[in-house]
């Protein structure tokens, strides 16, 4: 197993290299390195015995049948797609961790009693269209009319891109499945702080995002009174303080505007329009609903005193989601019998799963990130947290194959 655990290391620094920009680590969603990454981690796939396929919106699958018949499948993966000036871990370790358990078993001879399949999804970031979960949405059925209008920077709809937009019908019957199972960093500073390598999910955030338009009116910067001002990006600037403000009283509440834009955009021109996103994140659906209605109250009220329309319009509604008792628990002790002791710890961040748990059930492992850096081209997870985490994953699957049986 040591030499798979280097094996996956270098694999890992392979994938960082395929980049749609120089000198940074960018993939995104059906661009030419999205293209190339899918023909070499299909490659990799095959070389371990699966059988490759890219379906209708880009993501790769890699089947390994159990021998049996009518036997279930494990759901195994994460997403191939990266933010822009990107990490190499985030998405890709997802992929490649299972396909290296599953290498490590064939190596050994053992075969599994249900089949697997390693998903590489091509989209989760929502760098391209500006909409996350495009490439595990297509795989469960649940690319709708608004996701294939949408646009990329040059005005090319989704369903432009894809040129033969999926149907309706999920990779999968419900009854088919075993659930599956999401490698991750851990994107954050616990398992560092605790000194561990490896941490299981209780459950991933509930997310909603938005974005606010505030027009007020432009005029000259030098002639117009400060009391007579519709400054629109004024309003904004006031409401992004108010979130934050909101947010830390209310931990573990997240509120981050992460995009604004002006207009029009001169030095000595009052904004008359300002354009800005909102992420909201909780993992109780209900706090997170409170804190949206009492975030919009705030913005209208500085819209009403400052001259000021708003617009809000939601761009993204995801459900808190918590991961399968059953698998969870699996992993748990997978955990334990490799690192001594399991942490339980919930995601604030977004992941394939919350998608595929309309599906089937989830559950997922965090692995230990340096300094919890991610969204970085500093991104790092040392070997030896990776070897940890391959030894998890063969026991998880050698474990969930004795109690398949």
Not at 174 to 194: F, W
Not at 293 to 305: H, P, Q, V
Request: glycine share 10%.
């Amino acid at each position: 197993m040591a030499q798979a655990g280097r094996r996956l290391v270098h694999r890992l620094d392979q994938l960082g290299e395929v980049t749609d920009e120089p000198d940074k680590l960018t993939r995104t969603f059906l661009s030419p390195a999205m293209r190339k990454a899918n023909t070499l981690v299909g490659s990799w796939m095959r070389e371990a015995g699966l059988a490759v396929r890219v379906d209708a919106v880009g993501n790769l699958i890699g089947r390994k049948e159990s021998g049996r018949p009518a036997a279930k499948t494990l759901l195994l993966g994460s997403h191939l797609d990266t933010v822009r000036d990107a990490g190499r871990f985030d998405g890709a370790l997802g992929v490649l961790l299972p396909l290296a358990a599953l290498d490590c078993l064939r190596r050994q001879g053992v075969t599994l009693p249900f089949a697997v399949e390693v998903l590489g999804f091509s989209e989760e970031e929502g760098v391209r269209f500006s909409s996350s979960y495009l490439g595990s949405k297509g795989y469960v059925g649940r690319l709708g009319a608004t996701d294939l209008k949408r646009r990329d920077a040059h005005g090319r709809t989704l369903s432009e891109a894809l040129g033969r937009p999926p149907g309706s019908v999920p990779a999968h019957d419900r009854r088919e499945l075993l659930g599956y199972v999401e490698a991750h960093i851990e994107q954050g500073p616990v398992l560092e702080a605790r000194r561990l390598s490896l941490g299981v999910v209780s459950g991933i955030a509930g997310q909603t995002r938005a974005e606010l338009t505030w027009t007020g009116r432009a005029g000259h910067a030098g002639t117009t009174p400060m009391a007579l001002r519709r400054d629109a990006l004024a309003g904004a600037a006031e409401f992004l303080l108010a979130a934050e403000a909101y947010a830390r009283k209310r931990r573990p509440l997240v509120a981050t505007v992460g995009r604004m834009a002006a207009a029009p955009g001169a030095a000595n021109v009052i904004p008359g329009l300002a354009v800005h996103s909102l992420d909201v994140r909780h993992p109780r659906d209900a706090v997170r609903r409170r804190a949206l209605a009492d975030l919009r109250g705030a913005a209208r009220k500085i819209a009403r005193r400052r001259g000021l329309r708003l617009a809000w319009r939601t761009t993204q509604d995801d459900a808190a989601v918590a991961c399968a008792p059953a698998l969870t628990g699996l992993l748990e002790r997978s955990v334990r019998a490799q690192q001594g002791r399991s942490l339980t710890l919930a995601s604030g961040a977004g992941h394939d799963g919350v998608i595929i748990s309309s599906l089937t059930p989830i559950a997922m492992l965090f692995v230990r990130c340096r300094a919890g850096l991610s969204h970085h081209p500093d991104e790092h997870v040392a070997p030896s947290d990776l070897a940890m985490a391959l030894r998890v994953m063969v026991d998880f699957l050698q474990r969930l194959a004795a109690q398949y049986e």
